[in-house]
């Protein structure tokens, strides 16, 4: 499959919903995830949309108001959701997605840097032929500085016509890499080489985060699409390794990526 960076998220949720070896990931955590993004979403527009609107009403108009004040609560929405499901839901769930999809695209011997992973001859699901991870696996690592500038950054959806553009453009542009984290664990990537291989890939990941946060932004969907999302970043570290792009030159004194999580 190559695709561009820009429908791996799309891409993603489709693979989801046609390889049904993924769904008993899915029913672990519908409930807690429908019911946690509804709760949320409902607080929020209760108690925050209208007066958000009325303030941005000054400054955009009525029409602007409503269109600006949406985009600024699913945001904030969205920002919470992430903290609180992502802290105690999805994670696992997430490597275990990854980790599965490379599997069936026969990239056994990339999951098992981590992870036993059984013969076909003895198990043919996928997500059955792993074992526990016998080394850290994490898809996403928390950024405490990721999530501060998420938050900073809700204020431009303020700004007429280019804000909400701007906005997902700078928070997908530190998401991106993060939704790959999986990926570089999995090559065994140092910081030198990982640095290396973002900066060579910086505009893709870009896009990509961007797409992703959109998903994120939908109501009620968007813990759904966190797991779809790590099926379409496994898909798309499949297509690196199709291509051979698996070392990263570190030949040269490459400036170092700044977003590492702290």
């Given amino acids: 499959m190559n695709s561009a960076p820009f429908f791996f998220p799309l891409v993603g949720f489709y693979y989801f919903l046609t390889h049904p070896f993924l769904y008993p990931l899915l029913r672990a955590r519908l409930l807690p995830c429908f019911i946690l993004s509804l709760c949320v979403l409902v ?16 400054f955009h108009g009525i029409a602007g108001a409503w269109i600006n004040g949406t985009f600024l609560v699913l945001g904030e929405a ?4 992430a903290l609180l499901f992502e802290a105690f839901f999805v994670d696992e769930t997430q490597v275990d997605i990854f980790d599965s999809v490379l599997v069936e695209k026969q990239h056994e011997d990339l999951v098992r840097t981590s992870r036993p992973v059984l013969a076909v001859e003895v198990e043919a699901d996928p997500l059955r032929r792993l074992d526990k991870p ?36 700078l928070t997908g542009r530190r998401a991106g890499p993060l939704l790959q984290w999986r990926y570089f664990q999995l090559r065994e990537f140092d910081k030198k080489e990982r640095n290396a291989f973002i900066k060579r890939n910086r ?11 959109v998903l994120q932004l939908i109501p009620v969907l968007s813990m759904l699409f966190l797991l779809t999302t790590a099926a379409g970043s496994a898909l ?27």
Avoid: C
Avoid at 237 to 254: I, L, M, V, Y
């Fill in 43 to 58: 607080t929020l527009f209760i108690w925050t949309y209208l007066p958000q609107v009325a303030l941005l009403a000054i």
């Fill in 236 to 262: 798309w570290a499949s297509q690196f390794e199709e291509q051979g792009k698996r070392t990263p030159d570190t030949r040269h004194d490459e400036p170092q990526y700044a977003d590492d999580p702290v």
């Fill in 78 to 81: 969205a920002a919470i959701i």
């Fill in 134 to 169: 016998i080394k850290s696996a994490v898809y996403a690592p928390f950024s405490f500085r990721q999530t501060i500038e998420f938050i900073a950054f809700l204020p431009l959806n303020l700004i007429p016509w280019v804000g909400v553009p701007l906005f997902l453009f």
């Fill in 203 to 213: 505009a893709s990941y870009t896009v990509f985060g961007m797409v992703a946060l």
